[in-house]
């Protein structure tokens, strides 16, 4: 897909990988980004025109729906929003409350967003070029971090709805692409600093070639590489492998 001329949705584009795939997208020339933020004054650092931030919190159907009344015409839709709790999934601290708040945004809040968006993503999408929608997951949608073990989980739902929507969209003319960063040095990742991490400029850049490239799946930075790897030798040794990462000791 050429991003050239290409109209781009992208949730959470106020900061971190998001507001790093809004620049990227504009670098690359597309002719319109609609920002879906939870408050259009975090876009005020973005002065492009455009871009048009549109207010919705993802985890309200009817929000998102009513943001997309301001939206003729799209090309391409990128799930980015999301959150981490860095809970376990017991000996937490209120493990139900921040395991829903990671199933509403990471998990329902996709889901928001592509029941709003379907019908303008495919209208055009049988006449010409194929559409995109972009998940951003994480290698934690394929093995779980006993740390962040409530994360994982909802990453693993949006692993199962992405295989879902690829098989009911593909005939409207819509590819999925699926997206697994590393950890990125973003707010999200803040206190994580004795570990390395790849830029979310970086992210970005490689997500925006994913799209560009039609490829159906893109892993960033080396320790996403790695797990892709390892998942192809071995699942369960990797999974062995990430049961190391314990939160605090239970006894
Ligand atoms: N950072 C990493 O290491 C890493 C690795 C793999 C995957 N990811 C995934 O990459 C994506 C972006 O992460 P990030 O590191 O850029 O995180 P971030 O810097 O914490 O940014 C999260 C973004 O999501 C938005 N958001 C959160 N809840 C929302 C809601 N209810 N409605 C609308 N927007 C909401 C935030 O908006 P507000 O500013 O309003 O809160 C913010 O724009 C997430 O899906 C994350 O799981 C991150």
Redesign the pocket.
């Known amino acids: 897909m050429n991003i050239e001329g290409r109209t781009v949705l992208i949730?959470?584009?106020?900061?971190?990988?998001?507001?790093?795939l809004t620049v990227d997208a504009l670098d690359q020339g597309a002719a319109q980004v609609f920002a879906?933020?939870?408050?259009r004054n975090?876009m005020s650092w973005c002065t492009d025109k455009r871009v048009t931030a549109l207010q919705?919190?993802?985890?309200d159907f009817d929000e998102v729906q009513a943001a997309s009344k301001d939206v003729p015409q799209l090309d391409v839709i990128i799930?980015?929003?999301?959150?981490?709790r860095n809970q376990p999934i017991v000996g937490g601290s209120d493990a139900a409350l921040n395991a829903r708040d990671e199933i509403?945004?990471?998990y329902l809040?996709t889901l928001n967003v592509v029941n709003a968006f379907w019908k303008t993503l495919t209208k055009e999408a049988l006449d010409g070029e194929r559409k995109k929608i972009v998940n951003?997951?994480?290698?934690?949608a394929k093995v779980t971090y006993p740390f962040c073990g409530t994360?994982c989980a909802s990453?693993y739902a949006v692993l199962a709805l992405t295989r879902g929507l690829r098989a009911q969209l593909a005939p409207l003319g819509v590819d999925i692409v699926e997206?697994?960063?590393?950890?990125?040095?973003?707010?999200?990742?803040q206190g994580l600093d004795h570990l390395p991490?790849v830029s979310?400029s970086d992210?970005a850049t490689a997500i925006i070639g994913a799209l560009i490239n039609d490829l159906q799946e893109v892993y960033i930075g080396a320790d996403?590489e790695e797990m892709r790897d390892a998942l192809a030798k071995d699942p369960e040794a990797a999974q062995t492998e990430a049961d190391q990462y314990m939160p605090e000791p239970l006894v």
């Open positions: 949730t959470g584009a106020n900061r971190g990988i998001g507001a790093a879906l933020v939870r408050d975090n919705a919190d993802i985890r799930n980015n929003a999301g959150i981490l509403e945004v990471n809040g951003v997951m994480s290698t934690l994360y990453k997206a697994y960063p590393g950890l990125t040095d973003t707010d999200m990742t991490k979310a992210v996403s």
